[in-house]
């Protein structure tokens, strides 16, 4: 029995790679509205994707949602006791307390008081983001995909595949692979 090439590739196929280095699953290989619309947690990965996103919710007059989830996720990163003491009163100041300019709607808000800014933590304002996640989770991420912003937006990348430029690309790649 000789060497069988096709069974190979066939149970073991060759490492793609993402442009650096890096192995790269389907999901990864996924751009633009096509992985934005796999899930929420994707559309917030990329920044064009938010920048839509920021759009969409700025219409429905709900983009404060977004910001906050955006300012929770930079606050778990943010070291030090003091620039978290500052970070956790900007988040409370501008989404959670009573007088924020962009207030967010969660659970249990009436029972914040700026008491918690004491002692801050990197998880501190988990539970409010997973609402807010959630709440973006199953009704504004369904109607943004559903949206001009997000339509038109998937439209013009279809053109840009099917433009010229990017089809001789596409055959010289297939030429590559299926030589």
Not at 69 to 93: D, N, P, R, S, V
């Amino acid at each position: 029995a000789g060497f069988c090439p096709f069974f190979f590739f066939f149970f073991f196929p060759p490492e793609i790679n993402d442009g650096e280095g890096h192995p790269s699953s389907s999901h990864q290989t996924l751009k633009g509205t096509s992985k934005w619309a796999t899930s929420l947690e994707s559309l917030l990965e990329d920044p064009e994707g938010v920048k839509r996103f920021r759009e969409f919710l700025k219409k429905e007059f709900s983009e404060e949602n977004v910001l906050f989830w955006l300012a929770c996720e930079e606050f778990k990163k943010t070291q030090g006791k003091k620039q978290m003491q500052e970070k956790a009163k900007e988040i409370y100041m501008t989404f959670l307390s009573s007088k924020a300019s962009s207030q967010v709607n969660v659970e249990g808000q009436s029972r914040l008081s700026e008491t918690i800014l004491e002692t801050p933590h990197p998880l501190m304002f988990q539970k409010l983001q997973d609402q807010i996640f959630n709440l973006m989770k199953y009704d504004s991420y369904s109607r943004f995909l559903k949206s001009d912003i997000f339509l038109n937006h998937k439209k013009s990348e279809e053109q840009e595949e099917n433009s010229p430029e990017a089809q001789t690309a596409a055959k010289r790649a297939s030429r590559i692979y299926n030589t």
